[in-house]
């Protein structure tokens, strides 16, 4: 960031990532109780975890013994129970049973599949399992499925349909995970699909779920185009099996509309989220819970289109089925009023994006951990609302709650920590209160310097920028200095010589110059920055225009008045062929006219000198500045007296 422009962080909100590949939606804790609401209103999309879930007859083989015959007895009267629960919504229930049924079934290596004959352990582990999924409890679901991948390799014939559906849970529990191994759930989803193709052919239904599964890694590890193509390969065979209007090729429909709406490609991503709901509407009705995360996905391409109006509209429709449909303390309707939170900010609307995300901090706080991430995104939301409104204080506390809450659930060297101390830095930053600056931005840097084991990072090197411009304004240029020339050495090793984020440094670097009173290196810094811009930017670049004038400004000061105004000529000229209109472009505009009356004024040209100073300060009032912000110098006021009486008094 630049001395005379600093922007230390983003002006975008940070935004939650929402994980909607429709799977199941979990509840957090297991319950007898079937008025969950979260429970009834998830639709069963395939995942591939719904397995062993049919009944089994009661058999007596008189080849066994007595006791053997009553164990067989009691693991199927027991597991047939704990089915009937499961289809009750009796999860508690259900996995009290399954945990009675297993003390009576007895390890079998040479079973090659499941049958209706007898109980499995793998059938009673993979029920465990998939209860502790639904109840979001995935730990102790992969405990589960871990212990059924055992038995089945110890079998005799591992690679069976029953092997394949044990990796594909294991792999859609990693899927699941937070901060999990992407490589091992690919690699586990990867075999069962080998074993399912090997066993059922390439067209079928379990190997397009497994497909589906894998896309979502993909999708997940940010690799779209590999996501894209695995989706299309799903999508043909789940259309050709289950024909258009099945909800689980509406499953793969919305993720392909998710890859292409990553991709930017917004066009063919709508048309798929269109295709979704008009099956969603048929198949769940037109108030439910996937219609409205729809409407929310529809309305964040007219978002980021910048169509707000669409937008808003939409939003405003997935908040009204979402209330209907889940009630007002659930986590999509606290998305919903976060996404209209970010669009109001955009909008500059500040008052209104407040509301919507204090609203939605307060359905986070009743119903997520104290902790969640999610509460700490939207308190970091807020406080960027309130530093864009001007009051730093409040931007601070909230800031600095979030930080709190960052504290006390991450590791202490989380990146997220020291991202949220490098905000409070800025925010110190610019209520002057550069110690306090100081501090955070070098709890930052360790954080960094930890994570990375060397400074040789572009984020330990952009962290030292900041504590660069604060050594600056704490006027401690030689510290600053040898800061700013530590970042350039790691920039120009990591990024080459001809990149924007050098010449930002050597921008830097010549603006201590300049303010320390060397004007000779001030002077070929400067000029060493104007060509990295002009050959990493482009000649038309406003840091090209920004950097032209201050050289401009430095010839003034050492008298070579024709110089200055050919540079201060040239900024002025990119500046105007930007086209852009915005307030802070026309300060800048404003700012160099009146740069060049003031020479005009030294070269006793006052002719020249009123025409700039004028168009400077009709330039300010269009961006809302005051006349005082026109300021002149020079030596030749008396000139300016006589030759125009008028601005006598001036003079």
């Known amino acids: 960031h630049r001395l005379t422009n600093i922007a230390f962080a983003s002006d975008q909100l940070a935004t939650k990532h929402h994980n909607l590949l429709f799977g199941n939606t979990h509840t957090k804790t297991l319950s007898n109780d079937n008025q969950n609401t979260s429970y ?21 083989n008189t080849n066994k013994s007595e006791t053997d015959r009553y164990d067989e007895i009691a693991a199927t009267i027991l ?29 079998d290596l040479a079973l090659t ?29 992969m405990v589960n499925y871990q212990s059924a991948l055992e038995v089945l390799q110890k079998r005799k014939h591992r690679d069976t349909l029953m092997t394949a559906a044990t990796l594909n849970c294991i792999g859609v529990l990693h899927i699941h995970m937070a901060n999990d191994d992407h490589e091992q759930c690919l690699r586990s989803l ?7 193709r090997n066993h059922l052919g390439d067209i079928h239904q379990d190997v397009a779920t497994t497909l589906n599964n894998i896309g979502r890694v993909y999708y997940i590890r940010g690799d779209y185009k590999n996501a894209h193509l695995i989706y299309k390969e799903a999508l043909s065979m789940r259309r050709s099996i289950l024909g258009n209007l099945h909800l689980d090729v509406a499953a793969t429909i919305y993720n392909s509309g998710q890859t292409y709406h990553q991709m930017g490609q917004y066009k063919e991503a709508m048309e798929l989220y269109q295709e979704f709901l008009f099956i969603a509407k048929l ?19 007219y978002h980021e289109l910048k169509q707000y109006d669409k937008a808003t509209e939409l939003y405003q429709e997935a908040l009204s089925i979402g209330l209907e449909t889940l009630g007002r303390n659930h986590p999509d309707v606290a998305a919903v009023l976060n996404k209209l939170g970010n669009l109001m900010y955009e909008r500059g609307e500040l008052e209104a994006a407040i509301e919507m995300y204090e609203k939605g901090l307060e359905i986070e706080r009743e119903i997520l951990d104290p902790c969640h991430p999610n509460i700490i995104v939207t308190l970091t939301n807020i406080g960027q609302v309130q530093k864009n409104r001007g009051d730093v204080n409040k931007a601070l506390c909230l800031y600095k709650a979030a930080l709190a809450l960052q504290k006390k659930s991450l590791p202490e060297n989380h990146p997220d920590i020291a991202r949220t101390s490098s905000s409070i830095g800025l925010l110190h ?70 990149h924007q984020d050098v010449a930002i440094i050597l921008y830097n670097i010549a603006t ?20 990295v811009e002009r050959e990493a930017l482009g000649h038309e670049h406003p840091d090209v225009s920004m950097t032209l004038q201050h050289i401009g400004q430095i010839h003034q000061q050492r008298g070579y008045l024709d110089e200055a105004l050919q540079y201060l000529s040239e900024a002025l000229d990119i500046r105007r062929r930007s086209g852009l209109e915005r307030l802070d472009e026309d300060t800048k505009i404003a700012q160099i006219l009146n740069q060049m009356g003031n020479i005009y004024l030294q070269r006793r040209e006052t002719a020249k000198a009123m025409l700039m100073y004028t168009e400077s300060l009709r330039t300010y009032r269009r961006g809302g500045h005051p006349d005082s912000e026109l300021c002149i110098r020079g030596f030749n006021h008396y000139n300016m007296s006589v030759c125009h009486p008028e601005a006598a008094p001036v003079a």
């Open 283 to 301: 198949q769940l009705g037109c108030k439910h819970r996937d219609v409205s995360i729809m409407l929310k996905c529809m309305a964040q391409v």
């Open 190 to 196: 990867t075999n069962a699909l080998t074993i399912r």
């Open 429 to 498: 930053y610019q209520n002057h209160s550069y110690n306090k600056a100081l501090e955070m931005y070098q709890e930052a840097l360790m954080i960094r310097r930890a994570n990375s084991n060397t400074d040789e990072s572009l984020e330990v090197a952009t962290t030292m920028n900041s504590i660069g411009l604060v050594l600056f304004k704490m006027r401690l240029y030689s510290y600053s200095l040898e800061t700013f020339h530590s970042i350039l050495a790691i920039r120009r090793n990591l990024l080459g010589d001809v």
């Open 40 to 60: 009834l209103q998830r639709s069963e999309y395939d995942e591939g975890m719904n397995t062993f879930t049919r009944f089994i007859k009661i058999h007596t």
């Open 113 to 141: 599949n499941t049958s209706n004959e007898s109980v499995d352990i793998v059938a009673i582990l993979h029920n465990v399992g998939h209860i502790y999924y639904r109840a979001g409890r995935h730990a102790e679901a």
């Open 512 to 531: 201590v110059l300049l303010e320390s009173g060397d004007e000779e290196e001030a002077l070929k810094t400067f000029k060493e920055t104007l060509r």
């Open 79 to 107: 597991y047939n129970l704990a089915q009937s629960r499961i289809r009750s919504q009796k999860d508690q229930d259900a996995l009290d049973l399954l945990t009675r049924a297993i003390r009576f079934v007895k390890i």
